[in-house]
C-alpha cells in the first residue's frame, strides 16, 4: 500500500543517539498510529493521534515522543536510544469517517547498537 | 485495561486441510475485532473483520467467528494453500472517551505445506 510511506526503512544507531523516524500517508486519513513489533509480542502500540491536535500515548509511550506536523505527517523520536528498542516499527493509519480498518506502512527495521 | 490472548504461536497444516487460531479478550465493551495477515517481510493487512453485533462473518475460504459470552473469537481457513502462510495477528478495539485504539494478539506463525 504505497499510501503510507515510512523513511528510513532501515536505520542503524547506537546507544544514547536521538533518532526520529517518518511516516507520510497520501489517503487523508485523520487518525494515525505508531507499533513496535517484537517477536511473540505482537504488535504494541506507542502513539496515537487522532487529528493534527490530538496525541494520546499508547501501551509502551515511555522513550518515545512523536510530533503531528500535518494531517499527512506523523514522527516518532527516540530520545536516547537504547539497545532494548531494536524493533519493526510500524506507522498506520484509519479514517475516521469510515471503517477501522488500520493501513499499515512498509516498516522501519531499527538496530540499537 | 484490555488485554488480546492468541493461540497457538505457531500452527503447521499440510495443504489441504483446515486451520484455526483462536483469540480471547478481557473487555467485555470491545466491539471490533479485525483479523491481520502479514506476509515475511511485508506489512500488516486486514483480511477479514467482525463485530459486536455479528456472530459468524465469511469470505470464501475464511471465516471469524465470535463468541460475545466467553469473549472469544476465532479465523478459520479451509482448503489451506501454500500462499495462506504467514503470521496472523488478532485484535481487539474499545471505544473509550470517543477514541477507538486496537489491541493486537501476539500473533500465530502458520504455515502450508504442500
Known amino acids: 500500500d504505497a499510501d503510507v510511506t515510512q523513511t528510513p526503512r532501515n536505520r542503524i544507531t547506537k546507544t544514547g543517539k536521538r533518532i526520529m523516524l517518518e511516516c507520510s500517508q497520501t489517503?487523508?486519513?485523520?487518525?494515525m498510529y505508531w507499533y513496535r513489533q517484537d517477536p511473540g509480542l505482537g504488535l504494541r502500540l506507542i502513539y496515537y493521534s487522532f487529528d493534527v491536535k490530538d496525541i494520546n500515548k499508547g501501551e509502551i509511550s515511555d522513550g518515545y515522543s512523536v510530533s503531528r506536523q500535518a494531517q499527512a505527517k506523523f514522527s516518532l523520536s527516540l530520545e536516547s536510544a537504547i539497545p532494548n528498542q531494536t524493533a519493526l516499527y510500524f506507522c498506520a493509519t484509519s479514517d475516521l469517517q469510515g471503517t477501522e480498518t488500520q493501513y499499515f506502512g512498509p516498516g522501519t527495521r531499527l538496530l540499537v547498537l | 485495561g484490555e488485554n488480546v490472548e492468541q493461540h497457538p504461536s505457531t500452527l503447521s497444516v499440510q495443504e489441504g486441510d483446515s486451520a484455526v487460531i483462536k483469540c480471547t479478550y478481557s473487555d467485555s465493551a470491545s466491539n471490533y475485532f479485525p483479523w491481520y495477515k502479514q506476509e515475511l517481510g511485508k506489512r500488516p493487512q486486514l483480511i477479514i473483520d467482525i463485530r459486536s453485533n455479528v456472530g459468524e462473518k465469511k469470505d470464501q475460504r475464511i471465516a471469524v467467528t465470535l463468541n460475545k459470552t466467553a469473549k472469544h473469537f476465532s479465523l478459520h481457513i479451509t482448503e489451506t494453500q501454500p500462499e495462506d502462510s504467514a503470521v496472523y495477528f488478532c485484535a481487539a478495539s474499545l471505544r473509550s472517551g470517543g477514541y477507538n485504539k486496537l489491541i493486537f494478539g501476539a500473533g500465530t506463525r502458520l504455515a502450508v505445506h504442500p
Open positions: 489517503k487523508g486519513h485523520d487518525r
